[in-house]
Nanobody, 118 residues
Framework: QVQLQESGPGLVKPSQTLSLTCTVS??????????WSWIRQPPGKGLEWIGY???????YYNPSLKSRTSISWDTSKNQFTLQLRSVTPEDTAVYYC??????????WGQGTQVTVSS
């Protein structure tokens, strides 16, 4: 079965870019009908969808974050990435990568804590 693992710095300074990588094993990110997603949960708040890159390489974003967000992939490494620019302390959250199917099933990584602080 598919496994996903987030990686990247746990501390980012305000105004910098938050960069995370999701490494996928047990399946190819180019497999038809999968959408490779980023989701976050700030402390004490609910889950927030950030966006995804589709199996065809097209990216889509939550409108509230679109102006600051880029999701891309490296198919040779079976990885996809998140870049969130101009971060503030309000971007502090646990960040998850996940695989979304066309039937709205989700397979999650473990999540990684990212703190925005000087």
């Amino acid at each position: 079965q598919v496994q996903l693992q987030e990686s990247g710095p746990g501390l980012v300074k305000p105004s910098q870019t938050l960069s995370l990588t999701c490494t996928v094993s047990g399946g190819s990110i180019t497999t038809n009908s999968y959408y490779w997603s980023w989701i976050r949960q700030p402390p004490g708040k609910g889950l927030e969808w950030i966006g995804y890159i589709s199996y065809g390489g097209n990216s889509y974003y939550n409108p509230s974050l679109k102006s600051r967000t880029s999701i891309s992939w490296d198919t040779s490494k079976n990885q996809f990435t998140l870049q969130l620019r101009s971060v503030t302390p309000e971007d502090t959250a646990v960040y998850y990568c996940a695989r979304l199917t066309e039937l709205s099933q989700l397979d999650w990584g473990q999540g990684t804590q990212v703190t925005v602080s000087s």
